[in-house]
């Protein structure tokens, strides 16, 4: 027969075996139950792991333990060694166990082992717990590095998507924006991650009409990037037909989103249609926030359209609004991360400081006019963080 040494020595061989073949977290802990119970016959056992500030019984003979006690165990500080349970301070709850033995690796309590045995005292019986917990420890320090392989894996594949992301991004945004003697655009986009979701556009359909948008789509990452690379790819192409009709693309754009995102995603928009020769303007508010036109005559909020785009198969109203616009007028489009911003008292700056904003500096050069709002923005939100993207695109109607 096998002594005792022998006995260890193959199970530690067994467990090296079982990391070496790569196997998953379960065998592992199976291999440590059967090889405690097989070699020392205890009259109960559990292995308790924890991770990301939980615990969970991975193994478990005879002893049942509520979340409650999980909590407990989790948040216990134990002695680095094994102790018997009448060293502790804990509750009676606890009597069924009589010996307790830490997993811990580099400061971090990996999991505790749980040991029921009456008949052998605990002196009589150090040498076996030794063993345990160093067959323990070598069984957690390969699953705890298999956890790190894990999520370092999973931040690699997130940055690769963010990456792919940004470039998807980066191609949707309009490398230049018109600026002559009838109209003038000017944008800034500030993303609150490395991918955002807002998006602007502005197209020249002929010598004399403009199309012009601004979208936030719900969601970041790849899958927002995508939907709204779907949508720039649909507006572009639907804008050039010429039998052009606003209402008619914004139909036609929410039945793309609905079938490309099925109703998890959805885009709010603002897009308008202006003539520079007659001076029209018509427009569609598809749940976006409303875009101000500033004239001679004081501040009008764009609010007329419709609900969100690719919520619903088919729109459950839609209206178009139809104006004239006054020499000199300025179209401010904004997403609702300027609203949106607070400050330390968790006040947001909102739509009334905005308006008053423009009212107050209707005139001033369009880039000086967005430095002049970013900065009151960031004044007004102090040490507090962005929560949002913040994309502006005012236009000048000459």
Request: glycine share 4%.
């Given at each position: 027969?096998?002594?005792?040494?022998?006995?260890?020595?193959?199970?530690?061989?067994?467990?090296?075996?079982?990391?070496?073949?790569?196997?998953?977290?379960?065998?592992?802990?199976?291999?440590?139950?059967?090889?405690?119970?097989?070699t020392?016959?205890?009259?109960?056992?559990?292995?308790?792991?924890?991770?990301?500030?939980?615990?969970?019984?991975?193994?478990?003979?005879?002893?049942?333990?509520?979340?409650?006690d999980?909590?407990?165990?989790?948040?216990?500080?134990?002695?680095?060694?094994?102790?018997?349970?009448?060293?502790?301070?804990?509750?009676?709850?606890?009597?069924?166990?009589?010996v307790?033995?830490?997993?811990?690796?580099?400061?971090?309590?990996?999991?505790?082992?749980?040991?029921?045995?009456?008949d052998?005292?605990?002196?009589?019986?150090?040498?076996?717990?030794?063993?345990?917990?160093?067959?323990?420890n070598?069984?957690?320090?390969?699953?705890?590095?298999?956890?790190?392989?894990?999520?370092?894996?999973?931040?690699?594949?997130f940055?690769?998507?963010?990456e792919?992301?940004?470039?998807?991004?980066?191609?949707?945004?309009?490398?230049?924006?018109?600026?002559?003697?009838?109209?003038?655009?000017?944008a800034?986009?500030?993303?609150?991650?490395?991918?955002?979701?807002?998006?602007?556009?502005?197209?020249q359909?002929?010598?004399?009409?403009?199309?012009?948008?601004?979208?936030?789509?719900?969601?970041?990452?790849?899958?927002?990037?995508?939907?709204?690379?779907?949508?720039?790819?649909?507006?572009?192409?639907?804008?050039?037909?010429?039998?052009?009709?606003?209402?008619?693309?914004?139909?036609?754009?929410?039945?793309?989103?609905?079938?490309?995102?099925?109703?998890?995603?959805?885009i709010?928009?603002?897009?308008?249609?202006?003539?520079?020769?007659?001076r029209?303007?018509?427009?569609?508010?598809?749940?976006?926030?409303?875009?101000?036109?500033?004239?001679k005559?004081?501040?009008?909020?764009?609010?007329?359209?419709t609900?969100v785009?690719g919520?619903?198969?088919?729109?459950p109203?839609?209206?178009?609004?139809?104006?004239?616009?006054?020499?000199?007028?300025?179209?401010?489009?904004?997403?609702?991360?300027?609203?949106?911003?607070?400050?330390?008292?968790?006040?947001?700056?909102g739509?009334?400081?905005?308006?008053?904003?423009?009212?107050?500096?209707?005139?001033?050069?369009?880039?000086?006019?967005?430095?002049?709002?970013?900065?009151t923005?960031?004044?007004?939100?102090?040490?507090?963080?962005?929560?949002?993207?913040?994309?502006?695109?005012?236009?000048?109607?000459?």
């Open positions: 027969m096998l002594d005792k040494k022998q006995l260890e020595l193959n199970a530690i061989l067994e467990v090296s075996q079982a990391i070496n073949a790569n196997l998953p977290e379960e065998s592992l802990y199976k291999i440590f139950y059967f090889t405690c119970l097989s020392f016959q205890f009259d109960s056992l559990a292995l308790v792991v924890f991770e990301d500030d939980e615990g969970k019984v991975a193994a478990s003979k005879k002893i049942n333990l509520s979340e409650k999980l909590k407990f165990f989790n948040d216990y500080e134990f002695p680095t060694g094994a102790v018997p349970r009448e060293d502790l301070n804990i509750g009676e709850e606890f009597d069924f166990i009589d307790f033995i830490p997993v811990v690796h580099k400061s971090k309590k990996l999991a505790v082992v749980l040991i029921g045995d009456e052998q005292s605990y002196e009589n019986a150090k040498s076996r717990f030794t063993f345990i917990q160093t067959l323990a070598i069984i957690m320090v390969a699953i705890e590095n298999k956890r790190l392989v894990r999520r370092e894996l999973k931040r690699e594949a940055r690769k998507e963010m792919i992301a940004q470039d998807v991004q980066g191609l949707l945004f309009p490398k230049s924006l018109p600026d002559n003697d009838k109209i003038h655009f000017f800034s986009y500030l993303p609150h991650s490395s991918v955002g979701g807002d998006y602007y556009d502005c197209i359909l002929n010598e004399k009409e403009y199309l012009f948008c601004i979208a936030d789509v719900s969601g970041k990452g790849v899958p927002a990037a995508l939907i709204m690379s779907n949508f720039q790819a649909s507006l572009r192409t639907l804008s050039h037909y010429s039998s052009f009709d606003i209402q008619q693309i914004v139909i036609e754009l929410n039945h793309q989103i609905f079938s490309s995102a099925q109703g998890e995603k959805f709010t928009l603002f897009l308008a249609k202006y003539n520079t020769e007659t029209k303007m018509v427009y569609v508010n598809c749940g976006h926030n409303a875009s101000l036109l500033l004239d005559t004081g501040l009008q909020k764009l609010e007329i359209g609900t785009l919520a619903f198969e088919e729109l109203f839609i209206k178009v609004g139809d104006l004239d616009v006054e020499k000199d007028s300025l179209i401010v489009n904004y997403t609702d991360g300027l609203t949106e911003t607070f400050n330390k008292d968790l006040e947001e700056f739509e009334e400081r905005l308006e008053q904003f423009f009212m107050d500096n209707k005139g001033k050069e369009l880039p000086l006019l967005h430095q002049e709002l970013i900065i923005i960031d004044e007004f939100k102090g040490k507090n963080a962005y929560i949002d993207d913040l994309t502006l695109l005012t236009a000048e109607l000459k």
